[in-house]
């Protein structure tokens, strides 16, 4: 029986909320739609995130840059009801400044079904120039103090060649014009970058610009435990077979190291990489998604997981509400468990305490939001393919107060699993109003009370947690 034990009388470090700063999503034109801003919206206002990451603002059908007869056509609007309703809510954008106008770009290579270029621009000088027209309108639009409060982050996973055809050499000199653009219109807005897959191009990056006195604010990159670009079809089961447990946390401190007291700001990272994936809406997820969070909460500002809805079309839009894609919601706003899980974590106070106690699957992390509660985050993941049990946990706090209430919420097979109930329907593509409102009942987490006892001084409790599943005890005081 994995056993842990925690004084609540002992000091406590900060326990930095990183999976709220920053959400990916999709691409520009999505942010337009009404039910994209509901989600992203409820995200707001339920998991208390910041930011907002997604690709394409620059893209032929955001009208930023267009050609018409031969003519150069500027345009904001779209970014305007984009970013109007971002601010509206309390939120702010990550600008990921992407992909190639066609009219400025030097090939004809897209990625995705939006086809994105990937290509450099023919002449730097103009798109020198799209950037200051973008910048200069956000700041005429929303005040200068506001767009230094944003980050712009120079293009998408260069290091690939399925996102920049232009290599190592011609995104750094994309950079430098970018950064160099950016700045002359305010010292104070921030740019970095590189933006790459798999934690690449970090220490030749900063090599870079402090060769050549170019500025750069923070550090951006990606990771998954799988293939950086994953596609359907491949064996993503037998990708995280061979992923050891803790291999995104070592990452991230490798990262970190070579940002050389940059800032670090994970703008992509996510479950797979495949956007086909059935465990990506299974309780799988959820306990995949709460151990890794907590496990870089020390290390980076942000670690933006890709992505907050099913509303995503890379490789095509599908209509079925649990096709295995990024969200933490499906196309039809019914919570997955990974996204009560990040609720779980929304929930969690600044405080941590130290734990004692180890176990080969079972985590046990506890967090006091305030005098009167405190709450054990518990997961208890493996890889597929790895070693992995049902566990009954025992959890003793050090503590003379007794508690007034303890409750316990599940994450697993039976508890938060809207897919099951979806199964138990008989998987409907088009699910009525009805059944979304059942799916999304049997999304809820359900606080149940929890027994305790005392034991030698201390507050004793014991559950039953699951393989892949995710469990949170709180104690009211």
Known sequence: MPQF??????????????????????????????????????????????????????????????????????????????????????MKPFVELSFMPTTLASGDQTVFSYRG?????????????????????C?????????????????????????????????????KHTATTIKAIDAQLQVG?????????????????AD???????????????DALGKPGDDTEHQLALASADVLMHRTEKACEEANGLPVYYTEWSTTSNPFFPLHDEPYAAAFVAKNFIDVAHLVHAYSYWTFSDIFDENYFSSVPFHGGFGLLTVNNVAKPSYRAVQMLARL???????????????????????????????????????????????????????????????DEDHANAKRSWI??????????????????????????LIWRRVD???????????????AITLVF
């Open 349 to 411: 106070g600044h405080e941590q305490l130290i734990v004692e106690g180890i176990h080969d699957t079972v985590r046990v992390t506890v967090v006091r939001a305030d005098h009167r509660s405190v709450t054990a985050l518990c997961t208890n993941h493996a890889f597929p393919q790895h070693p992995i049990e049902a566990q009954t946990v025992a959890l003793s706090f050090d503590t003379v107060t007794d508690p007034t209430a303890v409750f316990i919420e599940l994450i």
């Open 5 to 90: 034990t925690c004084d609540l009388s002992a000091p406590s470090v900060p326990f930095h909320p990183v999976w709220s700063h920053t959400i990916g999503s999709n691409h520009a034109r999505m942010t337009l739609r009404a039910d994209w801003q509901e989600q992203m919206r409820r995200v707001r206002e339920e998991l208390g995130v910041r930011y907002v990451r997604f690709h394409g603002i620059l893209d032929d059908d955001m009208a930023v840059l267009l050609d018409e007869q031969d003519h150069q056509i500027y345009g904001c609007r779209n970014v305007d009801v984009m970013f109007d309703f971002l601010l509206g809510i309390g």
């Open 117 to 137: 270029n990937v290509t450099p621009p023919r002449d730097p000088a103009a798109w020198c120039t799209l950037i200051d027209q973008l910048v200069r309108h």
């Open 424 to 449: 138990a329907m008989g998987s409907p593509m088009h699910p009525s109003v009805d059944q979304v409102r059942r799916l999304q009942a049997a999304s809820e987490l359900q606080a149940d009370p």
């Open 212 to 226: 050549q006195k170019i500025a750069c604010d923070f550090v951006s990159t990606h990771h998954y435990p799988t």
């Open 193 to 209: 970058g590189p933006a790459t897959a798999n934690d690449e191009w970090i220490p030749e990056f900063l090599k870079f610009c």
């Open 139 to 175: 700041v005429e639009r929303y005040g200068l103090d506001e767009v230094r409060s944003w980050f712009f982050e120079v293009w998408n996973e260069p290091n690939l060649a399925a996102f920049w055809t232009g290599g190592q050499a011609g995104y750094f000199d994309l950079y």
């Open 457 to 471: 001084g201390h507050v004793a409790v014991e559950f039953d947690l699951s393989a892949h599943a995710v469990a």
